[in-house]
């Protein structure tokens, strides 16, 4: 097959970029080929590196959790289908509406050797549970947490402020580190020097590098000597450190560079991170807005061609959104259809809803996310087809944020992530789009007290008929439209084997590498 003009400009400009990272411009591809050639070495590229380094408690988003997979381990973990597996912990039960005890894993020690125990689990509630730093992302996430009490050397019970059912789901993200070398060294001396009981431990942290090595003391063993990480920030490095053999794993790739991975022997992994991709109206009290009608925000839903835009945008490599949470999530509902593109029929309810003549809308996006203001576009050259004209507005992704947080909603619509991370629970969604949050750009007192009751059933059964049942209320009510489940995309490179990321937690233990052929 002869390239196009359009894929050998492509490849030129990517030996280009292999050519400024291995340069004066970016030394870090060259300085990670300094270890011996008998060592097997994993090296990826990711386009920012942990703020905090290795504070196992600072963040539990990427790209933190990108390296902290390989240092530290939850109680339990998730799996791609959204259960709860053992991890450390092996066995759980509630005995008490406030009160988990864990049953943990037994001969697991940490990178120094000390035993990863009931008391080291209780020393890790303990501190997170007391006073400490509100920055810290795990205390955020587990402000529920009220202590831990040691019953042998393998159980330890954990105590919480009021019912959490999902407390093994929470366990996932709440990593277990040596608390006494946490208190001993201090948060920022940790963090250069962390101890966890994860595949590997910590040699160096640089602005453009990072080095692990191997911890053979590991109860997950792995099957190669290191991994190195490299701070490349734009993405056609990253693709030319896989063409040239110096990268085994880049993150980020964009749709369009597919062919050039599978091209030069490579794959592609399809990372879903756990949040529905939406675009959420902003209507109700206090607004004068077509988007008040349901019928307007129905038709909305039904003008827009999603299938086409996975296709061409996204590889086809994720699945239309039919409510706001993932497939994986508890309390996911299967029996709630997705709109279905039908141009025909959404003109026919702006004609019921009085808008014959359509309307014009604004809408703002930080631009974040995989070929986002591609969709965008085409998503705006949809709704033009049924007499909806867009604006959109770029904001930065900092004060974009920011804005939402202090509930400043200043467009009719914006992109929104619905997460259901860190716990696979659909009910998760409605911290950021239900009365729940502090100023809410959604708030239908109709469906809240449902939504309150199902944060507190604890009954398996009840808790996921209370989810279905807002699952489809929002669905009915299309407070957004429904776009697609998130993902990002992964290269990988022809000698890396074994990779799998679920939800963003890499099984670095899994990983082998080929020999060169």
């Not at 709704?383 to 920011?402: D, E």
Request: charged share 20%; aromatic share 8%.
């Amino acid at each position: 097959m002869v390239p196009s003009k359009t894929d050998s400009t492509r490849r030129a400009a990517i030996v280009g970029g292999a050519a400024t990272i291995m340069g004066g411009g970016a030394t870090a591809l060259t300085l990670a080929s300094a270890r011996g050639q008998s060592e097997k070495v994993l090296r990826v590229a990711i386009g920012g590196f942990p703020a905090e380094r290795g504070n196992a408690f600072a963040n539990i988003q990427t790209p933190s959790i990108v390296v902290l997979a390989a240092l530290f381990d939850g109680l339990t973990r998730l799996k791609h289908d959204g259960t709860v597996s053992p991890w450390l912990a092996t066995a759980w039960t509630q005995i008490d509406p406030l009160t988990w005890r864990f049953t943990l894993r037994e001969g697991v020690v940490f990178s120094n050797g000390k035993p990863c125990d009931a008391a080291a689990v209780a020393g890790n509630i303990d501190y997170l549970s007391g006073p400490g730093p509100a920055t810290e992302g795990v205390r955020r996430e587990m402000l529920f947490l009220d202590g831990a009490r040691v019953v042998d050397a393998s159980t330890v019970e954990i105590k919480t402020t009021h019912p959490v059912p999902m407390l093994p789901r929470y366990a996932a993200v709440l990593p277990i580190v040596d608390i006494e070398a946490w208190h001993a060294m201090g948060p920022e001396q940790f963090s250069l020097t962390p101890v966890g009981t994860g595949p590997f431990v910590a040699e160096s942290w640089g602005p453009a590098r990072i080095e692990l090595r191997a911890n053979r003391s590991s109860w997950r063993k792995p099957k190669i000597d290191a991994i190195e990480y490299i701070n490349l920030p734009d993405a056609p490095p990253r693709l030319a450190g896989l063409q040239s053999g110096r990268i085994d794993v880049a993150y980020q790739v964009a749709p369009e560079d597919f062919s050039e991975v599978e091209r030069i022997g490579g794959s592609i992994f399809t990372l879903r991170d756990g949040s529905a991709t939406n675009i959420v109206f902003l209507f109700g009290e206090g607004r004068e807005t077509p988007l008040n009608d349901v019928r307007v925000r129905r038709a909305l839903n039904l003008g827009v061609d999603l299938d086409r835009i996975i296709k061409q945008l996204l590889g086809g490599r994720t699945t239309v959104s039919s409510q706001p949470t993932v497939a994986a999530a508890f309390g996911y509902d299967p029996d709630i259809e997705p709109y279905t593109y039908d141009p025909d029929a959404a003109r026919a309810l702006l004609r019921e809803a009085g808008y014959a003549d359509g309307f014009a809308i604004t809408l703002q996006t930080s631009g974040f996310g995989t070929s986002m203001l591609a969709i965008i576009q085409q998503i705006a050259n949809d709704w033009a087809q049924i007499g909806v004209n867009v604006t959109v507005q770029m904001k930065p992704v900092i004060r974009y944020l920011t804005d939402f947080v202090r509930g400043r909603y200043e467009a009719d619509a914006m992109t929104l992530q619905w997460g259901a991370y860190p716990t696979l629970d659909s009910i998760q969604m409605t911290n950021l789009s239900s009365c729940r949050k502090t100023v809410p750009w959604y708030c239908d007192q109709a469906i809240q007290p449902v939504i309150e009751e199902a944060w507190l059933e604890t009954d398996p059964d009840k808790a996921l008929a209370l989810r279905r049942q807002v699952m489809r209320y929002y669905h009915d009510q299309a407070p957004g439209l429904f776009l697609f489940e998130g993902v990002a995309f992964i290269g990988l490179s022809a000698r890396t084997r074994g990779f799998d990321s679920v939800f963003g937690i890499v099984a670095y233990d899994q990983i082998t590498l080929d020999e060169p052929g």
